[in-house]
């Protein structure tokens, strides 16, 4: 089975832009998960979805966004973007029953500047 | 007080050694716990997960749980330089009966002295 797949790898955006990033799980896998990791905060949860509905969500702004299409790829947003959101954002699929842990991708680096 | 808690470490053992990570989570409701181990530059990857006390045993990688004592620790045996990484400790937290939700520890980095 192919991995959990995300892009972009790499981005640099200027702040008040915004950005979208993508994820499409390991097939079969109908639960998509988003995370942020920085030094200092470590893995943050951001938001999670299963067949097309958030069903769970972390504490960021609202400048935080998602969604999932039928095929369970999903994409997250960010508007407005602020320096403090330079960050390694992780994209974790899992089967339904999520007691058997994630598998990750590889994640996007995003700088802002 | 943080939901899940690890020593950041560094940790250093020698290569052969016993390495013993440590955490220890605050909801008592907390039903699975994994531990994924991250290489610098690279994804977390998942090693270990246990739902019940005791010990579950997988090579040279033992998770331990004590729910009791909200406690869930990892052994590495016969420690290797290639097990030089960040252990993260991840807590299932139950939010509603349908869905729940996964909270990471802040990491312990463990260093393989050859």
């Known amino acids: 089975k192919a991995g959990v797949t995300q892009t972009p790898r790499y981005l640099i955006k200027t702040r008040g832009q915004q950005v979208t990033l993508s994820c499409s799980p390991i097939s079969g896998h109908r639960s998509v998960s988003w995370y942020q990791q920085t030094p200092g905060q470590g893995l943050q949860f951001l938001f999670e979805?299963?067949?097309?509905?958030?069903?769970n969500k972390g504490n960021f702004p609202g400048r935080f966004s998602g969604r999932q299409f039928s095929n369970s790829r999903s994409e997250m947003n960010v508007s407005t973007l602020e320096l403090g959101d330079s960050a390694l954002y992780l994209c974790a699929s899992s089967e339904f029953d999520r007691n058997y842990g994630y598998t990750f991708g590889s994640g996007t680096r995003l700088t802002v500047v | 007080q943080k939901e899940v808690e690890q020593n950041s470490g560094p940790l250093s053992v020698p290569e052969g050694a016993i390495a013993s990570l440590n955490c220890t989570y605050s909801d008592r409701g907390s039903q699975s716990f994994f531990w994924y181990r991250q290489y610098s530059g690279k994804s977390p990857e998942l090693i270990m997960f246990i739902y019940s006390n005791g010990d579950k045993e997988d090579g040279r990688f033992t998770a331990q749980l004590n729910k009791a004592s909200q406690y869930v620790s990892l052994l590495i045996r016969d420690s290797q330089p290639s097990d030089s990484a960040t252990y993260l400790c991840a807590v299932n937290r139950i939010i509603k009966t349908s869905y729940d939700k996964v909270i990471f520890g802040p990491g312990t980095s463990l260093s393989v002295i050859p």
């Open positions: 979805y299963f067949s097309e509905t958030q069903r």
